[in-house]
């Protein structure tokens, strides 16, 4: 018996236990199934559902890649940059656990730092806990918070560890049953009466030590290859012999699919390390004009070092296209999304794909900590923002000053680095009543705060700050704030 369901368990029936003891023990007044162990089989089912997952993430791994190891049975997944998709962590665990329990799939799924700590806990951890509000499904999750995972990992048992079986039992006969009581042993000790893998699983386990895994691709990644007659080393040559590969790639995509993603590899004749073009859209596309047109900007981005011997179009994946219905008369917005678009493509793969990047908020008290740059490809295609989106967001609020609200509480101008400057308070309410800039002192008609912003102590460089927005006897609206450690006053940014 290598496994049992949750059924069979409750009747006393678990792995390693004879097939026949583990039959007299079913209640036969219940239904029940007894199959043939197929571990090959079982690693293709598990292999379709990791392609499965692919809609959680792109990266996905079955547990061991080797067919002759122990039989497989989970699943790593890589969230990283795909929790805040789902509502953070523990929603994304909880709807991965729904989605497989409504395939009839009992699950044990922990979000953690490393893999083979993940493992353990997910395998031997008591702390799980539902994922969903019943316990119809059995399914459970649990969300270990960051720098966390070791000290958790530290009260499994010694078979977290995955060691030979004839090892673990010499660890049980000396009276080791935790992983904590491993890892008190002098490193030498260990080493020299366990041996070196006792201690790189130890490593592992704890998150010190890099442990690879093979992701699975998805089955719609297409591949299509052509050897060259003679090396070309002319570009428009070039991109002559591969418009067949790419018309043959392209259409071989299901009807009303496209790309995001399309990866040219080139062979060079010097045996070179190859020349590989990694080719990005913001919105899929399946056009071939618009896929040879990138490749040319990514040729002029990297020209190559040797004449090219063979090519090699690979396809990750393919995504649904959006269809819209026509219209007799487009509206200016729709043309100019597809202009945008059409140029953030152009950009991107001429320039590179880090190199174009827009703003976006980041829920940070500090002001000058609360803008992030993403590339723009990456960002317009999870957004799907137009350009009148873009310019919402960045369009000043056009106010008379005596229009200036309370409401208005941040700049549409947030300097990189704060200016110093002079202000005068008056008292009692210590407000400010004039500000010197450089050798000029300006008076001020009226004053909104102030606002205080104070990060905690646990962060890197703390701070303390009253804000206060100002309006200068011309009109003119600053955002100044007074540092409460050094009592010093700043300029940080100016409302249009």
Not at 121 to 139: E, I, K, V, Y
Not at 167 to 191: C, M, T
Not at 448 to 466: Q, V, Y
């Amino acid at each position: 018996m290598t496994q049992a369901c949750h059924q069979s368990r409750q009747q006393g029936i678990h792995p390693g236990m004879p097939l026949a003891e583990a039959d007299s023990l079913l209640d036969r007044g219940l239904p029940h199934l007894l199959l043939p162990d197929d571990p090959g089989g079982d690693r293709q089912s598990l292999s379709r559902l990791a392609v499965w997952c692919h809609r959680y993430t792109p990266w996905v791994a079955v547990e061991s890649a080797d067919p002759s190891a122990d039989p497989a049975e989970s699943l790593f997944l890589d969230i990283t940059g795909c929790a805040h998709l789902w509502g953070g962590e523990e929603s994304m665990l909880r709807a991965i656990i729904e989605d497989l329990a409504s395939h009839h799939l009992q699950t044990r799924g922990v979000v953690a730092d490393g893999w083979a700590g993940t493992w353990g806990l997910a395998h031997f951890s008591d702390h799980l806990r539902p994922a969903s509000g019943s316990r119809t499904n059995h399914s459970e999750g649990w969300v270990v918070g960051p720098g966390l995972m070791e000290r958790e990992v530290l009260r499994l048992p010694i078979e977290a560890l995955r060691l030979p079986a004839d090892k673990i039992d010499i660890l049980h006969q000396l009276g080791l049953k935790r992983v904590e009581q491993i890892e008190a042993i002098p490193r030498s000790s260990l080493a020299s009466h366990l041996g070196e893998d006792t201690l790189c699983r130890l490593d592992r386990l704890l998150g010190r030590a890099p442990e690879s895994l093979m992701p699975i691709e998805s089955t719609s990644a297409i591949d299509r290859h052509l050897c060259l007659e003679y090396p070309i080393s002319q570009q428009q040559q070039l991109l002559q012999s591969m418009d067949p590969l790419l018309t043959e790639a392209l259409s071989s995509l299901p009807t009303g699919h496209g790309i995001c993603r399309l990866i040219v590899t080139l062979k060079l004749s010097d045996k070179e390390m190859p020349a590989v073009l990694s080719l990005g859209s913001c919105r899929p596309s399946s056009s071939i004009h618009h896929w040879r047109e990138m490749t040319r900007l990514s040729l002029e981005r990297s020209p190559l070092r040797q004449s090219a011997e063979e090519i090699h179009v690979h396809i990750p994946s393919s995504v649904p296209m959006e269809w819209r219905e026509q219209e007799m008369f487009t509206s200016g917005e729709q043309r100019d999304t597809r202009a945008w678009e059409l140029l953030l493509d152009r950009l991107s793969n001429r320039l590179g794909r880090e190199k174009v990047v827009v703003a976006g908020w980041v829920p940070d008290a500090q002001p000058e900590r609360s803008c992030s740059w993403t590339p723009a490809m990456t960002s317009t295609r999870t957004k799907r923002r137009s350009i009148s989106d873009h310019s919402a967001l960045c369009r000043p609020t056009q106010l008379r000053p005596t229009q200036l609200r309370p409401t208005q509480l941040r700049p549409t101008q947030l300097f990189e680095h704060a200016i110093p400057i002079v202000v005068g308070t008056v008292v009692p309410a210590d407000r400010p009543a004039w500000i010197q800039r450089g050798r000029d002192r300006e008076n001020l008609s009226t004053s909104w705060g102030p606002e205080r912003i104070d990060t905690g102590w646990w962060r890197d460089g703390p701070m303390a700050r009253d804000y206060f927005r100002v309006e200068l006897m011309g009109g003119e609206r600053l955002w100044i704030y007074r540092d409460l450690q050094t009592k010093r006053w700043f300029l940080h940014g100016v409302f249009d």
